[in-house]
């Protein structure tokens, strides 16, 4: 079974930057399309990015500009890098394969963007 475990979330103020890291065990990402996504408080869960292989990738438009998702195949690790955050971007965010496998989702690390 493939796991996912998510850090790197924290509290920062608008405008500020977090990198959020997604270690995978189970299964080599080279080949497998890994998504970030993220659940705000009363909301749905939603994907944010997503990439395969080295540079294949998808943004929803609400991160487009602003987030890159990015891969290392040594470590078998996703990352998210996120700039120019904002209040909605509030959420805790999570990483699995795309579509999500419902037997693995992890904890997930919350970000918070307040003032």
């Known amino acids: 079974q493939v796991q996912f475990v998510e850090s790197g979330g924290g509290l920062v103020q608008p405008g500020e930057s977090l990198r959020l890291s997604c270690l995978v065990s189970?299964?080599?990402?080279?080949?497998?399309?890994i998504g970030w996504y993220r659940q705000a408080p009363g909301s749905q869960r939603d994907l944010v990015a997503n990439?395969?292989?080295?540079?294949?990738?998808y943004y929803a438009d609400s991160v487009k500009g602003r987030f890159a998702i990015s891969s290392d195949h040594r470590k078998n690790m996703v990352f998210l890098q996120m700039n120019n955050l904002t209040p909605d971007d509030t959420a805790v965010y999570y990483c699995?394969?795309?579509?999500?496998?419902?037997?693995?989702w992890g904890q997930g690390t919350q970000v918070t963007v307040s003032p």
């Open positions: 990439i395969i292989g080295a540079s294949t990738t």
């Open positions: 189970g299964s080599r990402i080279m080949t497998r399309l």
């Open positions: 699995n394969s795309f579509p999500p496998e419902q037997n693995s």
